[in-house]
């Protein structure tokens, strides 16, 4: 199937348009199937056929209530090996009296670290009793932004990312504390060089405009003054834990946001959490996230007092937001564009795939626009319509491309970014062929070997995966049992009843509504 950027657009306002047809149920009837679908889809990565029909017979409300209560803080899958005690870095940073061999192995050795890190977090998605931990955990991460690229180390990323997920579904404050003092953002947001006397502002502004308040609700004199609270907030280079310099801290009187003392940093973080904007800050961007590309600022406003009044209990806000009528209203049905990370891991679950590592995957959403532990910049990945160019359109043809091959069409090659360093993944004694000469290009090649091991590991079982269905292979209600399941809204091209079964689901998949949710 061809499938353009033009014709995606056009489509997409076309399947937008026709998911408004119908009315949702009232609260507290039961959800039935395509609520169950939509809520779950929302909510986690592809909901399968029994999660879905479990779902079905509760209401909204006991829906929300049974999502939210199986809320987790720990993962299930253990750390990568490289991972040490929080006690201690394993391994000190190559410093200035370091060789540049031993800089560049260094740098190679936390390029294969962030992989093993990015395939760690894929498969504690698919292994996770709880999808809605892992999409909050991956919505914090994108609002309290820090890269590998800056920070270097991916433990600190690993310790940041245990971070997100503890205070995931938890206490915004809390979290806004927590992240505040993480060593991840301590050296993202340059806080290691703001010292008395010569403040560094980028934590100051970045906390007012991007983790909090937004623009036009604070002053630029207030950033200065905020910055200077947060003077001596710094990080134990030996141990890569947070500390506080007292004596390049500056403990003059301040004034943030109308008030003045001898502020501190946690004060002036206690001062941003009891503005009204904070609440309804951070309820538009959980709106954007679940609902729709457009908060209705009414409702904004209505579950914003709710999760103020909470102080700030994150469940509280989903759960206004999960049981309201614009999550289920019709016309909110494929409008948002499923995230490279949601297509991906969505696809491996929805089809009961078991892929042998979990690294190609994360290269393979890599390729489509969002590498994890690598946001573009400070504002993170914007989402929606910017997903969809040509380039990530194709990368994304040729994943489901090459998970629903036919058994001669296996050979199509995953596209592999440039920022994911494929020199890095090799072994550091590969072997060798007889006859190598260039050990970069040899390194590439087992790269991609180990791509393909990995992506050939997955097989669709049509026969097992039409059975969860309740339908069979080659049955007249297999296109409907597939599309109800996998589509938000109604395909743009009808599966043919006389298709072979990988075929049908080939033709559903790259269906330009298989990228919506």
């Not at 959800?31 to 909510?43: S, Y």
Request: neutral net charge; proline residues 6%.
């Amino acid at each position: 199937m061809r499938i353009s950027l033009a014709h995606f657009v056009s489509a997409l306002f076309a399947t937008t348009v026709a998911a408004a047809a119908t009315a949702a149920p009232a609260p507290g009837d039961p959800l039935g199937f395509d609520d169950a679908r939509h809520l779950l889809n929302r909510t986690g990565f592809g909901a399968t056929q029994t999660e879905v029909e479990r779902f079905a017979r509760m209401s909204r409300e006991e829906a929300a209530r049974k999502l939210l209560a199986g809320g987790r803080t720990v993962a299930v899958t253990a750390p990568p090996a490289w991972v040490g005690s929080a006690e201690s870095l394993r391994y000190p940073r190559a410093g200035d009296q370091s060789t540049a061999e031993e800089k560049k192995l260094f740098q190679q050795q936390q390029v294969r670290e962030g992989l093993d890190l990015r395939g760690w977090w894929v498969e504690e998605m698919l292994a996770t009793p709880s999808p809605l931990t892992e999409r909050m955990t991956l919505f914090w991460h994108n609002h309290f932004v820090s890269s590998q690229q800056k920070v270097k180390l991916a433990e600190l990323m690993y310790r940041q990312n245990v971070t997100l997920r503890a205070n995931a579904l938890g206490n915004y404050g809390d979290l806004l504390h927590a992240i505040a003092r993480d060593p991840a953002m301590v050296v993202y947001l340059d806080s290691v060089q703001n010292r008395k006397g010569t403040p560094n502002e980028n934590f100051a502004r970045e906390v007012m405009e991007l983790f909090t308040l937004g623009e036009g609700n604070y002053t630029e004199q207030d950033v200065k003054e905020a910055a200077r609270a947060f003077t001596g907030w710094s990080i134990d280079r030996t141990t890569g834990q947070f500390v506080f310099r007292r004596f390049i801290h500056d403990d003059g009187s301040k004034t943030v946001l109308g008030r003045t003392g001898n502020l501190d940093g946690d004060q002036v973080l206690d001062i941003l959490l009891e503005q009204p904007q904070a609440s309804e800050y951070i309820t538009r961007k959980l709106w954007r996230e679940f609902v729709s590309p457009d908060p209705d600022q009414a409702e904004v406003k209505r579950i914003a007092r709710r999760f103020r009044d909470s102080r700030y209990d994150i469940k509280v806000a989903l759960y206004a937001l999960l049981t309201s009528d614009a999550f289920y209203a019709r016309e909110n049905r494929g409008t948002l564009i499923k995230s490279p990370i949601e297509l991906v891991v969505g696809t491996l679950k929805q089809f009961d795939f078991k892929p042998a590592e979990s690294l190609p995957f994360a290269v393979a959403a890599a390729g489509m626009g969002q590498n994890l532990f690598s946001p573009p910049n400070v504002k993170g990945w914007p989402g929606q319509e910017t997903w969809i160019n040509s380039s990530t359109l194709l990368a994304r043809k040729q994943f489901l491309d090459r998970v629903f091959r036919t058994d001669d069409a296996g050979a199509k090659t995953i596209t592999v970014p440039p920022a994911m360093d494929p020199q890095a993944m090799a072994p550091k004694q590969a072997i060798m062929p007889a006859g190598a000469q260039d050990p970069d290009k040899m390194r590439q090649v087992l790269f991609r070997r180990a791509m393909d091991r990995g992506l050939n590991s997955v097989q669709f079982d049509s026969a097992a995966w039409f059975a969860q269905l309740g339908v069979l292979p080659y049955g007249p209600q297999r296109a409907d049992a597939s599309t109800r399941l996998l589509l938000a809204t109604a395909p743009q091209a009808v599966p043919d009843p006389n298709s072979e079964p990988l075929t049908m689901v080939r033709g559903i998949v790259l269906d330009v509504s298989y990228q919506l949710k």
